[in-house]
């Protein structure tokens, strides 16, 4: 990555408002059943690399944050939290031209699966102390059911908004990887 104040500006911006939007909303972004409303924020990739470490570093700060807290106990979670955001929003970014109607669709799959299997096998290990199958399951749908509130019913139409009002071009454009 080229590291350009303006890439380093914007990557603190989008790891500073996921930061915000989790402490905001921290009943919600922590623990078995969460709807992590900064996942939305995955999606931004689909128009720049740049973004997929705004993401990964806001995800990192707010596991941290919830664990000095204790709105999320997992020191796990600090770690395998971010793998995850960061493995989810790399794949958004490489789906990120699959679109339907302009919309990348496809790129909001990826945080849904991705958080679903890591997230829910990392509560699964930590409830039950191995892997059991069944709890997996459910602890997975879980995880996917919130993160798919997340991408499809709020970072989809974020993608539309930030398109369809020029935003997306006005802060992304020229962004290098």
């Known amino acids: 990555m080229k590291l350009s104040t303006r890439n380093l500006v914007v990557c603190a911006m989008i ?28 999606l931004l990739p689909v128009f720049s690399p740049v ?12 596991n941290l944050v919830g664990l000095f807290t204790g709105a999320n106990p997992l020191i796990l979670d600090a770690v395998f939290g971010t793998l995850a955001t960061l493995i989810a929003a790399v794949l958004s970014y490489l789906a990120r031209n699959v679109r339907v109607k302009g919309i990348p669709v496809l790129s909001a799959v990826p945080p849904v699966i991705v958080n679903a ?21 459910l602890n997975a749908l879980y995880v ?11 970072g989809l139409p974020l993608v539309y908004l930030l398109q369809k009002t020029g935003v997306a071009n006005k802060c992304f454009a020229g962004l290098v990887f």
């Open 51 to 62: 973004a997929i470490w705004g993401v990964t570093l806001g995800c990192a700060v707010s």
């Open 15 to 42: 790891a500073a408002l996921y930061t915000a939007i989790c402490m905001a909303l921290m009943p919600l972004s922590y623990g078995m059943v969460q709807i992590r409303a900064a996942e939305a924020l995955t």
């Open 144 to 154: 996917g059911a919130g993160q798919a509130v997340s991408c499809f019913g709020l």
């Open 117 to 137: 299997l890591i997230i829910g096998l990392e509560i699964t290990y930590l409830e039950a102390g191995g892997f059991h199958p069944q709890m997996f399951l």
